[in-house]
Structures are given as C-alpha cells and as structure tokens.
Nanobody, 121 residues
Framework: QVDITESGGGSVQPGGSLRLSCVAS????????IAWYRQAPGRDRETIAA???????SYAAFVKDRFTISRDDANKAAYLQMNNLKPEDTALYYC???????????????WGQGTQVTVSS
C-alpha cells in the first residue's frame, strides 16, 4: 500500500503565497508522474500542474506564471509553490502520484486526501 499526504494549506489574503507538499510513503519502487488538482465546492475537479519523472512540467492556463510544481525524488515528495493567490483559488488541493511498486511493475495512481486552501480578505 502507498499513502499520499498533502500539507501546507491554510488561509491567506489575496496576493499571498503558500507552498503545498505531497509526500508518498509505503511500498514504492519508483515514482513517475506527479500531479496537483483542486476542487471547489460545486465545481468539477481541475488539473493544476503535473511533473514527469524526467522533470517535464505542464500547467493549466489559469495558474501559469503563478504556480510552480517541483519534485524531490530522494524524499518521495512534490511541491506546489503558489504565488499571487486569488479568491478563486480557494479549493481543496490534492495530489496524485504514479507509483511502480516493483521493478518494471505496473504504474498505479495513488491519491491523497487533500489540503484546504482559502484565499480571502
């Protein structure tokens, strides 16, 4: 089993910053693509950003130039640096981690429970 834990959420004023963390633990041989998502009440889940095992990143248009995704494979972690936060960024943020649990094993997506981000004045 693999556990995914997000942290770093909180309440900030518009224009503020937060850094979210996503840490994987358990039976892990290798980590592949990691992605961040968010979901606000009454809205569909949105993909925010992703980073491949090779470090290639991609972003949704609504966060480009404000958010930065990164990873630290030695610590089985990924991060989402969020700057210039806006009220519309308020949502539950969570990550997914593609994990191979053995050599040449099938890559399985594991999900965390999320961390709440609230942006208001």
């Amino acid at each position: 089993q693999v556990d995914i834990t997000e942290s770093g959420g909180g309440s900030v004023q518009p224009g503020g910053s937060l850094r979210l963390s996503c840490v994987a633990s358990g039976r892990i041989f290798s980590i592949h693509t990691i992605a961040w998502y968010r979901q606000a009440p009454g809205r569909d889940r949105e993909t925010i950003a992703a980073i491949t095992r090779g470090g290639v990143t991609s972003y949704a248009a609504f966060v480009k130039d404000r958010f930065t995704i990164s990873r630290d494979d030695a610590n089985k972690a990924a991060y989402l640096q969020m700057n210039n936060l806006k009220p519309e960024d308020t949502a539950l943020y969570y990550c997914s981690v593609e994990v191979a649990q053995e050599f040449q094993g099938v890559e399985i997506n594991f999900w965390g429970q999320g961390t709440q981000v609230t942006v208001s004045s």
